[in-house]
């Protein structure tokens, strides 16, 4: 085996206009009612509108001659209207405010699908555009709607055609009401659990109140006030508001008294008057994101193997998570803590619990295997303070909102704040190791992954976030007890029965991050005792992972890598069916041995830890690899193309996935589910996302696989054209061989609508001159992120001559709004072939770039 060897550059490519043509995946059609079934569906629902803002004016003074009350109002439709938003800004009186996916409806006589001229009968999900209105507004769309009855062909005036649209799709139109208040945010099921935990012992229950964010900040202002009015008079009080004019987030943070609480539970979201007010969007619990506390193993760690420190000061990794032990002997002289909010005055040494694991995680590795130790210092931004309640574990802070501190801690980071300059400008990859499982992603964007798309763009840096972790209880049959591979099945197929419960956990939906996912994996090699089970092969995905796709079908998470084992109990004999337990491990193993507490605080303890947020960890610190590996080519070949810096985070976000696949697991994600489950490449993307990453393959190439770089900027309808030189040994053989490519960038969000991204970027895999097919994830939604991996294989012989290349072609496309500014990317393919072939196709290869590159200058 030769030793490996470094990446190639692609060089410049060549910048020209997308060709025109059909789009790749075309939508279907959606046909609503004829005018007259419409008039007569709508005009109550408009007419219901009316005497509600009538109702408004008189409830505001008891005089109809002024006031003029707004509310907020949804347009349920069919199917988007990709201009409604541009055509609502021109109704006087109208504002909009949010786009978003609703709910699949079966196909009926009014709305239905249509395929090749048919009505078809696939279920059609609508989507929900939601405007704040005036009396004003809502005459004047009467108006046009009437004129759309008469004639649906008719002119509108300037910039209104797209509500002929509209109204044709139009499912219903109403007011934004207490039921929407609650959709999803989790408030009601998390009420029920408090009320049947502390009965009648709590006073208070703490809330995030989501505003709709008006552009403009004098009706801000308005629309708070109200809304502390409210609190206050029901007995509340606001702890604290943040306003985010980049993500439109508008937000108070309350306690309302338990009879509230009450209230909802034995009446409806309709019993509360904050739950009524228009000027209101979501109301969710707020409970701070808690890490629970883990007792020290009996294996302290020897000093002398962390002896040598890190010479370069300036961090290239921040940590926001609780406050490590900076003086323990595994993360001595490696941390930068800024600590402005003085947490460090609440903590105690035994409970600097999660940081410590973390940074131990990044610095080292699973201290049972150490790798080599990052070279810079880690910056620590602490976010997290001891829980009120001892022995409870940390818990983000209590007191703040969560979007609010995050962009704090960010805009520390990298901007001037009064005299202080940037805390580390430094700083291109940023750990965020949290999960809020209140927040399981469905359909809505989180305001907190709404801001860490945001931030990522903004600050062209690489973000990596744990997927979060789900509980691993399961009932299975007690006879599958009797057999590992019997209870592995029945584990595996318990889980995957309850996917839709294990969905994403907040903010792990945002798509400019990469989400880490888990796999049962760890370096621990002490027997397990006979009170506990093994319930998943080593190297599957790990039963605490989430899984399910991100926002608008994207891969989500992305990569895998491993988090720990987790253990299962062993119930006593049972017959039918036995419910397994987590057994607790962090004393004695298996799981990540990381940095810890040890007993009275000693400064040399470890403890046994699982969870995404390892997983995360490992997943920075193999960032922080490649982030050394471009440095080095940066100055080693001179001015590749991506050798400038600001490309970095792009293409380390692209190599880290790029080393991502399916493998073995595939197989054993097919077995491990009971009944021999029929999964497609859909299925299965679902569950492990892009794959597991292969450490081997980072960064790396050999004699039989070389990997090529590239990096640029693209604006919108632009191609730019990279050529992979093929290696005339590949030319009419029948050996295997394997291309893999993956795409990355950050794009900038629209955060009102739907579509919230709003650069698409894409290649299409050329598998013709190759002979290479699709062998993973599914075409369609590698492309509905910010990352799109493809992975080909193939044996069928193909003709090239010696000069002969794959093209391989970045398109930009815009999903929503305008680009202010060309989106920077970053390219990695790798072409693998058999053994068998004794050519050394990476110097064929780096010979014939250099040929094109000679040819080009000239």
């Known amino acids: 085996m030769t030793s490996p060897r470094p990446p190639l550059s692609f060089g410049a490519p060549v910048t020209g206009p997308i060709p025109t043509g059909a789009p790749r995946f075309p939508g279907t059609r959606i046909a609503g009612p004829e005018p007259a079934r419409q008039g007569q569906r709508l005009a109550p629902q408009f007419a219901a509108l009316q005497e509600a803002l009538q109702a408004g004016r008189v409830d505001v003074d008891g005089d109809t001659s002024e006031a003029d009350p707004e509310l907020v109002v949804v347009f349920?439709?069919?199917?988007?209207?990709?201009?409604?938003?541009?055509?609502?800004?021109?109704?006087?009186?109208?504002?909009?405010?949010?786009?978003?996916?609703?709910?699949?409806?079966?196909?009926?006589?009014?709305?239905?699908?249509?395929?090749?001229?048919?009505?078809?009968?696939?279920?059609?999900?609508?989507?929900?555009?939601?405007?704040?209105?005036?009396?004003?507004?809502?005459?004047?769309?009467?108006?046009?709607?009437?004129?759309?009855?008469?004639?649906?062909?008719?002119?509108?005036?300037?910039?209104?055609?797209?509500?002929?649209?509209?109204?044709?799709?139009?499912?219903?139109?109403?007011?934004?009401?207490?039921?929407?208040?609650?959709?999803?945010?989790?408030?009601?099921?998390?009420?029920?659990?408090?009320?049947?935990?502390?009965?009648?012992?709590?006073?208070?229950?703490?809330?995030?109140?989501?505003?709709?964010?008006?552009?403009?900040?004098?009706?801000?202002?308005?629309?708070?006030?109200t809304v502390r009015e409210l609190i206050t008079a029901a007995g509340g009080q606001v702890i604290t508001q943040s306003t985010l004019t980049g993500i439109g987030y508008h937000a108070i943070l309350a306690d309302i008294p338990y009879s509230q609480v009450e209230a909802v539970l034995d009446r409806g979201p309709d019993a509360i008057a904050l739950l009524t007010t228009d000027t209101i969007m979501y109301v969710s619990p707020a409970r701070p994101m808690t890490f629970p506390s883990a007792a020290p193993s009996d294996e302290p760690v020897e000093p002398e193997v962390f002896s040598v420190k890190p010479v370069d000061r300036r961090p290239r990794i921040a940590l926001l998570d609780g406050l490590p032990m900076a003086g323990h002997i595994v993360l001595s002289e490696r941390l930068i803590i800024d600590d402005p909010d003085q947490i460090a005055a609440s903590y105690t040494a035994s409970q600097m619990q999660h940081g410590t694991a973390m940074a131990s995680l990044i610095c080292h590795g699973d201290l049972n295997a150490p790798g080599e130790s990052t070279q810079r210092r880690v910056y620590v931004r602490p976010i997290m303070q001891p829980h009120p309640f001892s022995g409870q574990g940390e818990t983000v802070l209590r007191d703040r909102l969560l979007v609010d501190l995050i962009h704090e801690a960010f805009r520390r980071l990298f901007e001037r704040h009064g005299q202080h300059d940037p805390a580390a400008l430094s700083v291109r990859i940023v750990n965020l190791s949290i999960g809020d499982p209140i927040q399981m992603f469905v359909r809505r964007i989180s305001p907190l992954a709404k801001l860490l798309d945001w931030l990522a763009h903004t600050y062209n840096v690489l973000i990596l976030v744990s997927a979060g972790n789900h509980p691993i209880d399961a009932d299975i049959p007690a006879a599958a007890l009797l057999d590992v591979s019997e209870l592995r099945r029945a584990v595996g197929t318990a889980m995957y029965a309850q996917a839709r419960r294990r969905r994403l956990l907040s903010p792990a939906e945002a798509v400019n991050v990469i989400s880490v996912g888990a796999l049962h994996a760890d370096a621990a090699t002490t027997p397990t005792s006979d009170t506990v089970l093994d319930s998943a092969d080593a190297g599957m995905p790990a039963l605490y992972s989430p899984v399910g796709f991100g926002h608008r079908n994207s891969v989500k998470p992305e990569i895998l890598l491993p988090g720990g084992r987790s253990l299962h109990q062993r119930p006593p004999s049972a017959e039918g069916t036995t419910t397994l337990y987590p057994a607790e491990t962090t004393i004695t193993g298996p799981g990540m041995r990381v940095a810890a507490p040890g007993h009275g605080g000693a400064l040399n303890g470890t403890a046994y830890l699982h969870g995404t947020s390892n997983a995360t960890a490992l997943a920075t610190r193999t960032a922080d690899h490649i982030f050394d590996v471009l440095e080095a080519l940066q100055s080693a070949d001179g001015e590749p193309p991506f050798a400038t810096?600001?490309?970095?985070?792009?293409?380390?976000?692209?190599?880290?996935?790029?080393?991502?696949?399916?493998?073995?697991?595939?197989?054993?994600?097919?077995?491990?589910?009971?009944?021999?489950?029929?999964?497609?490449?859909?299925?299965?993307?679902?569950?492990?996302?892009?794959?597991?990453?292969?450490?081997?393959?980072?960064?790396?190439?050999?004699?039989?696989?070389?990997?090529?770089?590239?990096a640029g900027s693209i604006t919108a309808d632009q191609r730019q054209t990279f050529a992979l030189p093929l290696p005339a040994s590949l030319a009419a053989t029948t050996d295997w061989r394997r291309l893999t490519i993956t795409l990355a960038w950050l794009s900038p969000v629209n955060t009102a609508t739907r579509r919230h991204r709003m650069a698409r970027l894409s290649f299409e895999p050329p598998r013709q001159p190759l002979g290479v097919e699709r062998l993973e994830a599914e075409a369609r939604v590698s492309r509905n992120g910010t990352v799109q991996h493809e992975i080909l294989e193939g044996q069928r012989a193909v003709v090239f001559t010696a000069s002969d290349a794959l093209e391989i072609n970045v398109d930009c496309r815009v999903d929503v709004g305008r680009l202010a500014a060309p989106i920077r990317y970053g390219l990695a393919a790798t072409l693998e072939v058999a053994p068998t072939i004794r050519a050394d196709i990476h110097q064929d290869v780096r010979q014939q770039l250099q040929i094109r590159l000679r040819t080009r200058t000239q």
Do not use: C
């Open 76 to 225: 349920d439709l069919a199917a988007p209207v990709a201009e409604f938003a541009r055509a609502a800004a021109r109704v006087p009186g109208l504002e909009f405010l949010l786009e978003v996916d609703g709910d699949e409806f079966a196909a009926d006589d009014d709305f239905h699908a249509v395929r090749d001229g048919e009505p078809s009968d696939d279920a059609v999900t609508d989507s929900f555009y939601v405007v704040m209105s005036n009396s004003q507004a809502v005459v004047e769309l009467l108006t046009l709607f009437a004129r759309w009855q008469e004639n649906r062909d008719a002119a509108m005036p300037f910039g209104l055609a797209p509500l002929r649209e509209v109204f044709s799709l139009l499912r219903e139109v109403r007011r934004w009401g207490p039921q929407d208040r609650v959709r999803e945010t989790g408030l009601l099921e998390r009420w029920r659990e408090d009320v049947a935990v502390v009965g009648q012992s709590a006073t208070t229950a703490r809330v995030e109140v989501e505003l709709w964010f008006r552009r403009d900040a004098a009706r801000r202002a308005v629309a708070e006030t």
């Open 645 to 710: 810096a600001e490309y970095h985070p792009v293409l380390a976000k692209a190599l880290l996935v790029h080393a991502a696949s399916w493998g073995a697991i595939r197989e054993g994600l097919t077995r491990t589910i009971g009944g021999g489950a029929d999964l497609n490449r859909r299925d299965i993307s679902q569950l492990l996302g892009y794959g597991a990453i292969d450490a081997e393959r980072i960064v790396t190439a050999a004699t039989n696989r070389v990997l090529l770089l590239g």
